[in-house]
């Protein structure tokens, strides 16, 4: 997903003179094609990543349209009191591409995990936040970005992620239905989309799986007519079960008064210790095929 | 451009920026005098003898960039601005109070002259270095003014932006350090030693000059020899509290307001 988004911002570099791609020294091979093409409007600045989201800010307010590309602890973790002050809090139209969402880097450690990105970043008032489940939508999310006044954060895997979605995708700022189903909803967002298709194929009656990738602002209204024949949500994410999209509609659900039984899937809220690959984290945390499956089937009261 | 005020003209112009700071301070109880009390002449030649600002035209894209880095001398920054026309009266009046317009530290507020929200120490040299650059890339011929605090170079962002600017020659951004000497909780050379300062930011890549930073002549010597091939750096040497006795050099006036009594005090001595 991120060669999509990065090819998408390349592309409009050509007709936006005012288009700014930065990175804090990441980003192998991934940049090559813009830094070629606009070399003047390319910088690596380093590993210094406060400076980084500041100087950010400040080709911002001087009117240039910002992307910063980094991993995700470095676009919003070491420098989140940045991205608060510099950008949310003076509303300055700077995209955070952040690489890497969930335990795409496993096993590389709690360091390199972005694990409660959603949690920080919805705690920032102005900024829209963006999890592109396949590259259809990584695309869509970067036309929003480039059209956007206000700040973005952009959650991506990294690169290589199948598309799931088999008709056009017209709107990423609403809730995309994947397939229709009755009675039980599994609303998911970011990387994690494809265990939940294929935990699609091998169950008996099939939910409606919906694909979620604004998660602020959340259109409630829309998800609200599409969960009407629905008694049961099941969210997905790879994230920490607490403080993401499932927080998100506990809140809502709590807060509407609404009723719904919702089953959150995500990562236990702990630092993780595991040693395994991306396919086995999921696994092992239950948002695997077979742990979405699981629940599925618990929810249509076969489990 | 605002020139032509002469020495004597900003200092009577400072001496009122006093008074209104004083008048603010003590009105509303806020912190910081000492603090603001010393950025008094540098803000005063900026504003009336290099920026090229107008309250007429605030939005102007050519205009120069002031950043007040340290936030809490917002008082001192707020004075200035009234002086220089881009506040009202009534603004001054609206300085941290209920249903107020102005907070205690700056919030953006670009019709007003106030270019960035800071409070937070750190900050403020990564945005000026990003407007400098912006400036570079357009091919304008604006400059970024940032003032700092000396404690606030304690930050490790800051020493990024230097480097960041050093390398990237951003000849168009201008740094002053207002050395009081005096941080939130002691002296800076007890808390962490600063010097040799001018010597650290010339090894990152900067021009440094030294100034007494409540002498007039020495601040214009220093804008007048700014380098045109590498950023710059005016360390002020300066005196926290400075304008009145019972202020200067004391830490107790990073944080009290002075009360009714202390007022008239120092207000007696700024009117003689």
Redesign the interface.
Same mark, same amino acid.
């Given at each position: 997903m991120r060669n999509s988004v990065i090819e998408r911002i390349t592309k409009e570099a050509g007709k936006k003179k005012d288009i700014f791609l930065i990175t804090g020294d990441a980003g192998f091979g991934v940049l090559d094609n813009y830094k070629k093409s606009f070399p003047e409007r390319f910088l690596n600045l380093g590993v210094a990543e406060q400076n980084m989201i500041g100087m950010a800010s400040g080709l911002g307010l001087s009117g240039f349209k910002v992307f910063v590309y980094n991993i995700v602890p470095f676009v919003l973790y070491r420098c989140y009191e940045q991205v608060r002050n510099d950008i949310c809090y003076q509303n300055v139209p700077v995209t955070l591409i952040g690489i890497g969402s969930g335990v795409t880097y496993s096993p590389q450690g709690v360091t390199h995990y972005s694990v409660e990105d959603i949690a920080l970043a919805r705690t920032l008032p102005n900024l829209v936040i963006l999890s592109p489940s396949d590259p259809i939508e990584a695309v869509k999310c970067a036309e929003y970005a480039i059209k956007s006044k206000d700040p973005v954060y952009i959650r991506i895997a990294k690169s290589g992620e199948p598309v799931i979605h088999t008709g056009r995708v017209k709107d990423i700022t609403r809730p995309v239905v994947l397939n229709e189903g009755e009675g039980v909803a599994v609303l998911f967002h970011g990387s994690v989309s494809t265990e939940v298709v294929s935990a699609l194929k091998g169950v008996d009656r099939r939910p409606k799986a919906v694909s979620v990738p604004m998660l602020q602002p959340m259109d409630f209204s829309s998800l609200e007519k599409e969960l009407k024949a629905i008694h049961t949500i099941i969210t997905v994410e790879e994230h920490f079960v607490e403080g993401g999209l499932g927080s998100i509609i506990a809140e809502w659900i709590v807060s509407e008064r609404l009723d719904y039984r919702l089953i959150k899937l995500g990562i236990k809220n702990e630092f993780i210790h595991k040693i395994t690959n991306n396919a086995g984290m999921r696994s092992h945390y239950g948002i695997s095929s077979e742990g979405i499956k699981g629940a599925i089937e618990k929810a249509y009261g076969n489990g | 451009m605002a020139d032509g005020y002469s020495v004597e003209n900003c200092l009577s112009i400072s001496n009122r920026v006093r008074r209104s700071i004083l008048d603010l301070v003590h009105r509303t109880k806020s912190p910081h005098i000492g603090s603001s009390f010393s950025t008094v002449e540098i803000l005063v030649a900026l504003y009336f003898n290099r920026l090229n600002v107008s309250p007429d035209d605030p939005l102007n894209?050519e205009r120069d960039r002031f950043i007040l880095s340290k936030g809490h001398a917002c008082s001192a920054l707020y004075a200035v601005l009234a002086e220089r026309g881009f506040l009202s009266k009534e603004d001054l009046e609206l300085f941290a109070v209920d249903g107020g317009r102005l907070e205690q530290h700056p919030n953006?507020d670009l019709g007003r002259g106030i270019?960035?929200?800071t409070? *937070?120490l &750190?900050?403020g040299? *990564?945005? &000026?270095?990003?407007?400098?650059?912006?400036?570079k890339?357009?091919k304008k011929k604006y400059g970024i003014y940032v003032l700092l605090s000396d404690g606030e170079l304690n930050e490790?962002?800051v020493w990024?932006?230097l480097?960041?600017a050093g390398h990237h020659r951003l000849s168009n951004l201008v740094a002053f350090v207002d050395f009081n000497k005096i941080q939130a909780l002691g002296f800076t050379k007890d808390i962490i030693d600063l010097e040799p300062l001018d010597e650290k930011w010339r090894s990152f890549g900067w021009h440094a000059q030294t100034a007494d930073g409540h002498d007039f002549e020495e601040i214009f010597a220093a804008l007048n020899s700014l380098s045109t091939e590498k950023p710059n750096v005016v360390i002020l040497h300066t005196i926290k509290g400075r304008g009145v006795s019972f202020m200067e050099n004391k830490l107790l006036w990073h944080y009290r307001a002075p009360d009714d009594r202390e007022y008239a005090d120092a207000l007696k001595e700024l009117l003689k």
């Open positions: - | 894209p953006m270019e960035v929200s409070g *937070s &750190g900050h040299l *990564s945005i &000026g270095a990003g407007m400098a650059l912006a400036a890339v357009d490790g962002s990024e932006a480097m960041f």
